[in-house]
């Protein structure tokens, strides 16, 4: 399943948030492997999700990237779960990430035996209902564009 997200840790007025998350509760990023129909849905829900926030992208020409990360369960959640997001690489997430390139090149604070790397604070910001229901409609026509591609 493809969600559109109410908040953002992006630009609110340029970014938006997608989730990419399994039907039915999936613990761990490897659990799929097993089941070739599961992996396969898996597969191409993620190809959905990033055909569609690229097309999306060049359409805004807004020159920004996007994030396309997947995460296995957090300390906050009650239930392990894997979902996957895409972020538009605007607002409060337009700073460099650890996963990136590293923290290494990055000025630290502390000392040399508890170091560590000052970044900005990241919030989620309610979307206007103007903008959700510009980027829900956008995401259904490329959907249906993309649908209507792989069925020629």
Known sequence: MIYLQPTTPSDPTK???LQVSPVGHTES???SSTNLDYASKKGV???IAEYITAQFHDDEKNGEGM???????TPENSLPHVH?????????????FPTDAGW??????????????RAKPVSKRLLSAHRY?????????LIDQYITKIQK
Do not use: N
Not at 104 to 117: A, L, M, N, R
């Open 15 to 17: 970014g938006y948030d």
């Open 29 to 31: 990023l490897g659990e």
């Open 45 to 47: 829900a993620i190809q």
């Open 67 to 73: 994030i396309f990360y997947g995460k296995s369960g």
């Open 84 to 96: 996957y997001k895409v972020t538009h690489f605007s607002g409060d997430v337009a700073q460099p």
């Open 104 to 117: 290494e090149k990055k000025e630290t604070q502390g000392s040399s035996i508890d170091s560590y790397v």
């Open 133 to 141: 229901d510009q980027v829900r409609d956008k995401l259904l026509e």
